[in-house]
C-alpha cells in the first residue's frame, strides 16, 4: 500500500509551533492574571493544542481515505470509463465551462453526463467537499466537474496550481493532498484538493479530485472548548 502524502501547511511541525505559541500569546494578553500563566493552564493550553492537532490530521486522513475509496469504486470507474469514452467519440469538438455550473459539449458527453451528475454530487453533501474532478489522459484534461469553473474541459499540463499538482501525483498511483493556494479558475481565492488514481484492477485509467472545503478546517479550528470567552486557535 502507498503511504499517504499530506503534503499541507498544516503539518505537526506547522501546528506545534506556530498554534501553540498562537493560543498562548492570546490567553497571556487577555487574561486577567497578574504573575503569568501558571504551569496548570499551559499544560491545558498544550492539551488543546495537541487536541487541535489529532483533530486536524484526522481531517486529513479521512479526506485521503475519501480520494482512495473512490477512485476504487466500480461506480466511480464505470462513470469515469463512460465520460472518458463519450469525449474520444466527440473527437476535437468543444468541452467548456459556459458559467453557474452550465457547460457546452457534444451530445454523447452530454447524455454520459446526465447518468451520472446526481450519483457524484452526493460526495459534496458532507460538507467536506466543495467539488469532484474527474481528470483524463497525460496532458490533464478535466473531464468532470460538479461546478463547471473555468478550468472544466481544459488539460492541466505543467501548471503550478494544486489541482496540478494532486494530479501530477495520483496519475502515478499516489493519494495526495495538496497545500493552500491560490487556484486560477476560483479568481485566485485559496482552494486545496485530494486526488487519488482511479484504477480498473492493477489498471490507472485516470485521476479523481476532490476540491477540500475551507469551512470544514475553519469548524475544526473554531471549536472554543477549553479556550474560555477569549481565546482562539489559528493555523
Not at 486536524?56 to 480520494?67: L, N, P, R, S
Not at 475544526?220 to 479556550?227: E, F
Amino acid at each position: 500500500m502507498r503511504s499517504i502524502k499530506l503534503r499541507t501547511k498544516l503539518s505537526l511541525a506547522f501546528l506545534v509551533v506556530g498554534l501553540c505559541p498562537a493560543i498562548v500569546i492570546g490567553w497571556i494578553s487577555l487574561s486577567k492574571a497578574k504573575s503569568g500563566v501558571s504551569s496548570e493552564v499551559m499544560n491545558k493550553l498544550l492539551a488543546i493544542c495537541e487536541t487541535r492537532r489529532s483533530q486536524v490530521e484526522g481531517f486529513y486522513k479521512q479526506c485521503a481515505d475519501d480520494a482512495k475509496q473512490m477512485g476504487a469504486n466500480p461506480f466511480v470507474v464505470q462513470a469515469f470509463n463512460d465520460l472518458d469514452a463519450a469525449l474520444d467519440m466527440a473527437g476535437s469538438e468543444p468541452l467548456r465551462s459556459l458559467g453557474d455550473g452550465e457547460y457546452d459539449a457534444p451530445k454523447s458527453y452530454r447524455l454520459a453526463h446526465e447518468t451520472v451528475i446526481d450519483a457524484l454530487k452526493a460526495y459534496t453533501e458532507s460538507g467536506r467537499y466543495n467539488d469532484v474532478y474527474f481528470i483524463r489522459g497525460d496532458k490533464g484534461q478535466v473531464a468532470f466537474s460538479i461546478q463547471k469553473d473555468s478550468d472544466f474541459g481544459k488539460p492541466l499540463g505543467d501548471g503550478a496550481a494544486g489541482l496540478a499538482q494532486v494530479w501530477k501525483a495520483a496519475k502515478s498511483g499516489a493519494v495526495v493532498v495538496s497545500d493552500l493556494s491560490p487556484h486560477g479558475s476560483a479568481g485566485d481565492r485559496p482552494r486545496q484538493f485530494v486526488a487519488a488514481p482511479i484504477k480498473e484492477g492493477d489498471e490507472i485509467l485516470g485521476v479523481v479530485a476532490l476540491q477540500i472545503s475551507r469551512a470544514a478546517v475553519e469548524q475544526i479550528m473554531n471549536v472554543r472548548a477549553g479556550l474560555g470567552n477569549s481565546g482562539e486557535a489559528y493555523l
